[in-house]
């Protein structure tokens, strides 16, 4: 079965996967980062861990033919088409304090972390279960000296990357909401769900 679901902008939801189901996310406008965290559905204590993923993978560049690792090294997805090739898995959710420190941004601000945490929440989970994300269409770059910058993602209208599931899983998405990471503009983020 095929279904299409609709994030929208500067929100998240949280739904389950069932092992060999495959998500597709899409960037439908371009230029949108879309914010993935994963647990193990029978175990919440087993979740999507960046070390362990760039360790076991020999890279920070996670694409086609990777897969994202647990913190119990077992794989959690496999990425089976990515169209745009280039996801961050360096840099956490943003946060009320993202907003605040590097910002220098007063008052409310809506955030991945607290989109992430909204939706999970029904679900048992706190505000320090959310692991540090995989940035899908994030465009982080790094100079020789290894300063870290945020570029406007590389991703055009229809971009998408695929995972298959490799067991029981809970996901929460986001359409993230820093300025930043999205080149300026917040736009919707699309997925699809095929059992």
């Known amino acids: 079965?095929?279904?299409?679901?609709?994030?929208?902008?500067?929100s998240g939801k949280a739904f389950e996967l069932k092992k060999g189901d495959t998500l597709t996310v899409i960037d439908p406008l371009g230029q949108q980062v879309s914010d993935m965290v994963l647990f193990n559905r029978k175990d919440f204590n087993e979740k999507l861990s960046s070390g362990k993923?760039?360790?076991?993978?020999?890279?920070?560049?996670?694409?086609?033919g990777n897969h994202l690792?647990?913190?119990?090294?077992?794989?959690?997805?496999?990425?089976?088409?990515?169209?745009?090739g280039r996801n961050d898995f360096l840099l956490a959710p943003c946060s009320k304090e993202t907003f605040k420190i590097m910002y220098n941004y007063e008052g409310y601000h809506p955030s991945c972390l607290e989109n992430l945490y909204t939706n999970l929440e029904p679900f048992g989970l706190s505000i320090?279960?959310?692991?540090?994300?995989?940035?899908?269409?994030?465009?982080v770059q790094f100079d020789k000296d290894g300063k870290l910058s945020v570029l406007p993602p590389t991703?055009?209208?229809?971009d998408s990357i695929?995972?298959?599931?490799?067991?029981?899983?809970?996901?929460?998405?986001?359409?993230c909401s820093a300025e930043d990471?999205?080149?300026?503009?917040?736009?919707?983020?699309h997925?699809?769900?095929n059992a």
């Open 69 to 84: 690792w647990s913190n119990r090294s077992n794989q959690m997805v496999k990425i089976i088409e990515d169209t745009n």
């Open 191 to 193: 997925f699809i769900i």
């Open 155 to 158: 991703s055009k209208p229809g």
């Open 128 to 139: 320090d279960d959310i692991p540090t994300a995989f940035n899908i269409f994030m465009n």
């Open 162 to 175: 695929k995972f298959l599931a490799q067991m029981d899983l809970l996901v929460c998405l986001t359409a």
């Open 53 to 64: 993923s760039l360790d076991f993978e020999e890279s920070i560049l996670l694409t086609k």
């Open 181 to 189: 990471s999205n080149g300026g503009s917040f736009k919707p983020i």
């Open 1 to 10: 079965m095929k279904t299409k679901h609709v994030i929208d902008t500067q």
